[in-house]
T-cell receptor, first 112, second 114 residues
Framework: AQSVTQLGSHVSVSEGALVLLRCNYS??????LFWYVQYPNQGLQLLLK??????LVKGINGFEAEFKKSETSFHLTKPSAHMSDAAEYFC??????????FGKGTHLIIQP | DSGVTQTPKHLITATGQRVTLRCSPR?????VYWYQQSLDQGLQFLIQ???????AKGNILERFSAQQFPDLHSELNLSSLELGDSALYFC?????????????FGPGTRLLVL
């Protein structure tokens, strides 16, 4: 069984500031981890994924995430926030035959 | 555009009714997944099909059923609808259905049960 915890249902940052969205996972088997973004009235788009090839994963739109097994974390970062980054972000884990298990999401707000 | 299409985009119906949601996966993808997104439960995995066969089941109610057809499109049937079934239903597809594959999501069907 697996689970995902996203700390902070809402995160607000200023434009140009560092974005840090936290994700901790629990999995009984080696996990595959994903970050998806959802813009209003749209489906989910993959930002990046961890598949054990490298612990630091680079994704689209300048986002990256680091897999830390000792901390069971997969936090998402971006050095400089842009207004277009405002959206809902979901961390997800897949550790078995089931589909993705999602966290509850973090709503990212960008202050001008 | 992910390449996954879902119809209809919106659906309004009454309690007790039955509806069918349709999904066409990306060209070449054999695996289809259904997810439900609601304010109460968040995003939940419902069911997965691979090349016409059911592969995995998640939190799918007995009133719900799905199938994948020979042309690989999939339908999710929701019956005896209740107010709590109001949600956004997403379909996703991937090439083979293995764990590390990217799942590509469609735009969703928004269901409102009155």
């Amino acid at each position: 069984a697996q689970s995902v915890t996203q700390l902070g249902s809402h995160v607000s940052v200023s434009e140009g500031a560092l974005v840090l969205l936290r994700c901790n996972y629990s999995s009984s088997v080696p996990p595959y981890l994903f970050w998806y973004v959802q813009y209003p009235n749209q489906g989910l788009q993959l930002l990046l994924k961890y598949t054990s090839a490298a612990t630091l994963v680079k994704g689209i739109n300048g986002f990256e995430a680091e897999f830390k097994k000792s901390e069971t974390s997969f936090h998402l970062t971006k050095p400089s926030a842009h207004m277009s980054d405002a959206a809902e972000y979901f961390c997800a884990v897949r550790g078995g035959a089931d589909g993705l298990t999602f966290g509850k999401g973090t709503h990212l707000i960008i202050q001008p | 555009d992910s390449g996954v299409t879902q119809t209809p985009k919106h659906l309004i119906t009454a309690t007790g009714q039955r509806v069918t949601l349709r999904c066409s996966p990306r060209s070449g993808d054999l695996s289809v997944y259904w997810y439900q997104q609601s304010l109460d439960q968040g995003l939940q995995f419902l069911i997965q099909y691979y090349n016409g066969e059911e592969r995995a089941k998640g939190n799918i109610l007995e009133r719900f059923s799905a199938q994948q057809f020979p042309d690989l499109h999939s339908e999710l049937n929701l019956s005896s609808l209740e107010l709590g079934d109001s949600a956004l239903y997403f379909c996703a597809s991937s090439v083979g259905g293995v764990q590390q594959e990217t799942q590509y999501f469609g735009p969703g069907t928004r269901l409102l049960v009155l």
